[in-house]
């Protein structure tokens, strides 16, 4: 039978309350079990973030016990892998990932998860993010792609296609869901869930592109974020919902609040009175699936027999539910396949340690990098609270950070931090690695143990800091961690952040290097020893302290199950870093935002108290070889770049070409530069090769006051290069 018919078949048999509970995804870890089996057999539509023996229970009443047996569909944060479950394959964060630049590394990884989700039997992952993360301090910044919408877009769609695949019936896709929609990471103070100071034509600028290409890529979802607009929540924003993402973007699978925003119009954002306000508002502005506020159901039922909401408003999100979940050949298998074995074998860990690879940028290096183990070294220190914590290696939406019940929180191997990275290279080369935690990243934690009384002139060095008691607790590790240093040829440094800094309520108004990180640093300059910092952290911290001491700065960010092997990788010349920042790192926290296409100022855009641009910029990135750019040309009528590129040292290396466009003159006042293609070129030392990048239209067009989008006539400034800083790219001038 076609789609519509049979959809339309089952909705004229649907009671008012069955289409209730069609629209309800619940919570399994909230209500419990019990609670769960009953909205089960009531008909509820979706459950989340439940695995095992529990999902397939539930998923047993809902085809044998419900009325309409109508398949459950089930969905779960599989963000960065099927982190939730720790049998399974972790990758690095989005924001790591997205150092790669690399459209087919994305959507191999969102293959990979898919299947292992699919294994699972669930058929629904949340992701991807394509949110901007514009200002570091929002605590959702490693969910993110980083601060460009055209980065964000292409690789958004890519993952939407990888989790997809060509048929969504297929044993191993999944439906994605293109999140949080829309302007979430905008909001004020970088505050999570705060309101968003945007305008609508802002919004057509800046942030709907990532959505649209989702939506073009066929992402069967979108979620609703938490935030509100100029006043508005999200949740009730009908403009947005239906006139933006229906009918500009085309957009025809099903929308899903985020969790429990229907309750939070009357208890945070307090514009309902009541639920049956809430929830008739909700229905109205076209969600059509609700996550968590489980009230809905009772107080729409109420609104259509009363009479306030027209059933016709159910039948069409029940549609667009109905409709994916027949996509996803619910009712053939109301759980998907997947390849049993497959969570967590071998060719995903291989897919993971790449993604680990190309996830790594190479910040800074005073030709120290690669090691060159001929050259005599006899000991090698790793430091530093990050070095040997899987956690924070991992980063948020792990099974750590978001347990499920009945699932254990240990960490599971296998694994490679950095220091067992850097011991395993090392291994049989006679090289001694001493290891020393250093301090805590956040002063919550402490590592146990029974140290000495502090050395007088570590307390006077710090007599800046506040001397309370745990400040003194620290002071040994610095101490022990000096004492494992001296005699060292080299210092391999992790710091960075800790999961409990980042992710949803942990935005920072600080974004300096926590607890005594900064002190290690400068302990350990003493010894005048050289030293590599390797960042392991969800989003830039405000480090030029810590550039300056070191003499090569590696970011890894959260990079996942393998980070720790492909730093070593890098540290030691058998891989080439190529990744490139996806996110400007500040100089210091007021400096932001400081991402790269911001609109010009004529007061010289600097604080008197702080350089002008950021720490490192958007695009950046080195490599143990430099590449040439020359003979810039674009071809008008096609929308063609081409560029010569060479590689100019003496290493093999993959070069990400970027390109980015200025509109000379146009009638709103548009970014600075604004990034509108990019492809990786691979390039033997000393080759050259011509590169091409088409540009779309988009790459041209004006976002006028009304929404509309148009190319106004005039000139452009083509730009092609390394990086997204001035001095990285050359440029042409065309008229179109
Ligand atoms: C987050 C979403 C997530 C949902 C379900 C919310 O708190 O904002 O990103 O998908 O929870 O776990």
Known sequence: MESNEFIDNLISKMTVEQKAAQMLQVPVSVVGMEEARKWARLGAGSFLNVLGSD??????????????????????????????????????????????????????????????????????????????????????????????????????????????????????????????????????????????????????EQFLPPFRKATEAGCATVMISYGSID?????????????????????????????????????????????????????????????????????????????????????????????????????????????????????????????????????????????????????????????????????????????????????????????EGVRDRLEGTGIEVTYSYGCSVNRRYYYKGNYPGIPEFMAMCYADNDHDAETYKELPFINEAVSAARGADLIILALGDNYDQTGEYNDRADLNLSGMQEALVRMLGTLHIPMITVLIASKPLTIPKVVQKSDAVICAFNGGMFSGQAIAEVIFGDINPSGRLPISFPVMTGQNPVYYDQLPGWHDGRYVDCPKNPLFAFGEGLSYTWYDYSDLKFDVKTKTLSVNVTNKGGMSGVETVQVYVHDEVSSVIKPVKTLCGFTRVELDAGQSRTVSVKLDDEAFETVLPDGTRVIEPGMFEIMAGHSSKDEDLIKVTVEL
């Open 55 to 204: 999902m397939e229970e539930l998923s047993r009443i809902s085809c044998e016990e419900s009325d309409l047996k109508i398949p459950v569909i089930f969905g779960i944060d599989a963000v960065h892998g099927h982190c939730l479950n720790p049998d399974a394959t972790i990758f690095p964060s989005q924001l790591a990932m997205a150092c790669s630049w690399n459209r087919k590394l994305l959507e191999k990884v969102a293959q990979v998860t898919a299947a292992e989700v699919a294994t699972e039997g669930i058929q629904w992952t949340f992701s991807p993010i394509l949110c901007l993360a514009r200002d570091s301090r929002w605590g959702r910044t490693d969910e993110t792609f980083g601060e460009d919408k055209y980065l964000a877009g292409e690789l958004g769609a890519a993952m939407v296609k990888g989790y997809q695949g060509d048929d969504l019936s297929g044993d191993c896709s999944i439906a994605s869901c293109a999140k949080h929609y829309i302007g979430y990471g905008e909001s004020s103070g970088a505050r999570d869930s705060y309101d968003t100071e945007i305008t609508m034509r802002k919004i057509r």
């Open 231 to 419: 006043g508005t929540p999200m949740t009730i924003n009908k403009t947005a919902l239906k006139d933006v993402l229906r009918d500009e973007l085309k957009f025809d699978g099903f929308t899903v609040t985020d969790w429990d925003t229907v309750n939070y119009l009357i208890t945070r954002q307090m514009v309902c009175r009541d639920h049956s306000d809430a929830s008739r508002l909700a229905a109205l502005a076209g969600n059509d699936m609700i996550m968590s506020s489980l009230e809905f159901y009772e107080a729409v039922i109420g609104e259509v027999r009363e009479g306030r909401l027209d059933e016709s408003v159910l039948d069409e999100a029940v549609r667009h539910i109905l409709t994916v979940k027949y996509r996803l050949g619910l009712w053939d298998s109301p759980l998907k396949k997947g390849i049993p074995g497959s969570i967590g074998c071998s060719a995903h860990h291989e897919a993971a340690l790449e993604a680990a690879r190309q996830s790594v940028v190479l910040l800074k290096n005073d030709g120290f990098l690669p090691i060159n183990l001929k050259r005599k070294i006899r000991k090698i220190a790793v430091i530093g609270p990050n070095a040997d914590d899987i956690r924070a290696q991992y980063g948020d939406w792990t099974y750590f950070t978001h347990p499920v019940p009945g699932i254990e929180k240990e960490p599971r191997r296998p694994y490679v931090t950095l220091l």
